[in-house]
């Protein structure tokens, strides 16, 4: 009789070890779909972000060609700013020059007319 007993309480352990099991194994899958449900919304996440990554590299590339497209038309109007300058003064200088020429003409001329008087002057006040 107390091997019946025996037997009869391990069997009732081994139901409860098997409904333990059946609950772990439960709960296993529960965690497993738990799991692929969060890794597949990691995934779609992830997709999101790698479009949205790649779409904001194409804008930074079309801002940076903008950018070196509008240095470059800086740096040609810069350099045909240098050029008129560069053209003003030469320009400038020869006027500089052009109006030299004229002051010399000019004093020479006033200078001999003034000698010129001053000659007469001293004939017309020596004569008398």
Known sequence: MELEAQVKQHENKLKQHDKELSRLNDVTLEMQKSMNEGLARVDESNRFLREQNTRQSEQNAQILQAVLKRNDDSESRQAELE??????NYELKIIDKTNLWKMIFGIGGSAGVVFAFVMELLKYLGGR
Not at 83 to 88: A, R, T, V, Y
């Open 83 to 88: 050029k008129m300058k560069e053209q003003q």
